[in-house]
């Protein structure tokens, strides 16, 4: 009953930035925790950003004081803003959202589809 819908990746020159917009919809009654994770050319997923309920975020140490996650709570719209590109940076982009979708009901995972961020240099 939750959809997530990554978009707003593209090509951007090294140095440049780019923001994704992860939009969930269907029946959702509180977002609980949140992140990033990506996926480059014959590698396997890695994390890259989350944040808790509670507010904290956390990043990986390749992207900590370039990256930074927000949630806009009115829509439900969690963000990826991506500074200082690195072509390292090139990879498909995954929203993740563990969510409820009724009040006391059961935390579930849901994935995006993917967005892709390509780096040149």
Known sequence: QVRL??????????????????????????????AWYRQAP?????????????????????????????????NNTIYLQMNS??????AVYYCYVQARTSPGGRRHDYWGQGTQVTVSS
């Not at 994390?47 to 009115?74: C, M, P, Q």
């Not at 590109?85 to 090139?90: A, G, I, M, W």
């Open 5 to 34: 819908v990554e978009s707003g990746g593209g090509l951007v020159q090294t140095g440049g930035s780019l923001r994704l917009f992860c939009a969930a919809s269907g029946s959702i009654f509180s977002i609980n925790n949140m």
């Open 85 to 90: 590109l690195k072509s390292e940076d090139t």
């Open 42 to 74: 014959g590698q396997q997923r890695e994390w890259v950003a989350s944040r808790t309920s509670g507010g904290a975020s956390n990043y990986a140490d390749s992207v900590k004081g370039r990256f930074a996650i927000a949630l806009e709570n009115a």
